[in-house]
């Protein structure tokens, strides 16, 4: 019972370019959050987002978060090669401030 | 990197034997959370725990248990091992969040790739 949608669900550009990636989500939430997975690591932590937000930066990294059309969507600009990996928004699961529903993911692919 | 260890990282055993994965982190975190990761289902919570001994159930409990006798150490247990466990197994860990407030972030182990023959 996945909440959380990403989309595309792959994406190839060059290095440089910016990458745009977004997340739709099924039920009110009051937060968001974005992960990133190398190949063959664990995911980590990019950002969270709170529900009375509409945007968020972290270095190259900007979210936004539009609770009035329950989506969210990732730029990371700049793109680099190191950029290339998994990335994954994940929403409280039924309400739960304990648990974590993930996407199936958007895989960024960054061409050097 | 927050100090998450997971044992082992590679396994392959077949089914019906038991199979027990271990978690071990040094961040002494409240919560720890075991999920499975497979093609097209993205990330599934199996078990978590939110305390020493007290844990419970996520979205694809069945056929797994877990222990958590120390704060630092999570265990995920198969009982009897079958061909649709094989999987990517990851371990996280989050620290408690405040009253009312929201999720915390999760930090993740590497993970434990098991095949199931």
């Known amino acids: 019972s996945q909440q959380g949608e990403e989309d595309p669900q792959a994406l190839s550009i060059q290095e440089g370019e910016n990458a745009t990636m977004s997340c739709s989500y099924k039920?009110?939430?009051?937060?968001l959050q974005w992960y990133r997975q190398n190949s063959g690591r664990g995911l980590v932590h990019l950002i969270l987002?709170?529900?009375?937000?509409r945007e968020k930066h972290s270095g190259r990294l900007r979210v936004t978060l539009d609770t009035s059309k329950k989506s969210s969507s990732l730029l990371i600009t700049a793109s680099r090669a190191a950029d290339t990996a998994s990335y994954f928004c994940?929403?409280?699961?039924?309400?739960?401030?304990?648990?974590?529903?993930f996407g199936s993911g958007t895989q960024l692919t960054v061409l050097p | 990197d927050a100090g998450i260890t997971q044992s082992p990282r590679h396994k392959v055993t077949e089914t019906g034997t038991p199979v027990t994965l271990r978690c071990h982190q040094t961040?002494?975190?409240?919560?720890m959370y075991w999920y499975r990761q497979d093609p097209g289902h993205g990330l599934r919570l199996i078990h978590y725990?939110?305390?020493?001994?007290?844990?419970d159930k996520g979205e694809v409990s069945d056929g797994y248990s877990v222990s958590r006798s120390k704060t630092e150490d999570f265990l995920l247990t198969l009982e009897s091992a079958t061909s649709s466990q094989t999987s990517v197994y990851f371990c996280?860990?989050?620290?408690?969040?405040?009253?009312?407030?929201?999720?915390?972030?999760?930090?993740f182990g590497d993970g434990t790739r098991l095949s199931i023959l």
């Open positions: 039920t009110s939430i009051n937060n």
């Open positions: 996280a860990i989050s620290e408690s969040y405040p009253t009312g407030g929201s999720n915390q972030p999760q930090h």
């Open positions: 725990s939110y305390g020493v001994k007290d844990t």
């Open positions: 987002i709170r529900s009375n937000e």
């Open positions: 994940a929403t409280p699961f039924k309400g739960s401030a304990r648990q974590l529903t």
């Open positions: 961040e002494n975190h409240r919560y």
